[in-house]
């Protein structure tokens, strides 16, 4: 089974899946009045000289998914979900993001029915626990890129031409 890689392009694939587990999905689970998903993917790119010579080179990625959802009856209250992912994951992405999704609600109805049972034994300062409202609009939005995959590469390919490819480690 080949295993797609992860770029940034991931991104582009993904996002109405994600949109649709944020908007419809979250909409079957009892309570939960509100979710949002945030899936982070990075690459890097480096390379190194030292005294002239090319030291050594390297390619990484890092993909990760962050989840909160906002459930309860009559109170409201947040539970939170994260996880950091490989290529492997990509396939079952969606299996993963509900679960995570599911995780948080669960997490959020917990809180929330804590914060009511609790509100009822502190009298007076009851009215410090309180329930969440968010006048929310549903926003899809992606943070742009400090430099383009592209532009890196372009700079790594600059790199090993000026360096050449780096030297065997010294033992």
């Known amino acids: ?28 689970l009892r309570g939960c009045r509100y979710a949002d998903i945030r899936v982070e993917v990075d690459e890097g790119q ?9 030291k050594h080179s390297s390619k990484d990625y890092g993909f990760a998914v962050g989840i909160r959802a906002l459930s309860g009856d009559d109170m409201v209250a947040p539970g939170y ?4 992912l490989g290529a492997a994951d990509l396939g079952r992405l969606e299996q993963v993001v509900k679960e995570g999704l599911r995780h948080a609600h669960h997490r959020a109805r917990a809180n ?18 309180t329930s969440i409202i968010m ?11 400090v430099i383009s995959p592209k532009r890196a590469l372009e700079i790594a390919q600059f ?13």
């Not at 480096?46 to 090319?54: D, L, P, R, W």
């Not at 049972?117 to 009215?127: Q, S, T, V």
Request: charged residues 25%; glycine residues 8%; positive net charge.
């Open 1 to 28: 089974m080949l295993i797609q890689p992860i770029t940034v392009e991931t991104i582009d694939q993904i996002k109405p899946m994600i949109f649709d587990l944020a908007t419809r999905y979250r909409k079957t």
């Open 112 to 129: 929330a029915e804590r914060k009511a049972a609790i509100r009822g034994e502190f009298g007076p300062l009851a009215d410090a626990l």
């Open 81 to 84: 979900f994260g996880q950091s």
């Open 135 to 145: 006048g929310l609009r549903l926003r899809m939005a992606l943070v742009p890129e």
């Open 46 to 54: 480096s390379a190194a000289a030292e005294n002239g010579g090319s």
């Open 159 to 171: 790199l090993l031409s000026a360096f050449g490819p780096p030297a065997p480690a010294e033992k």
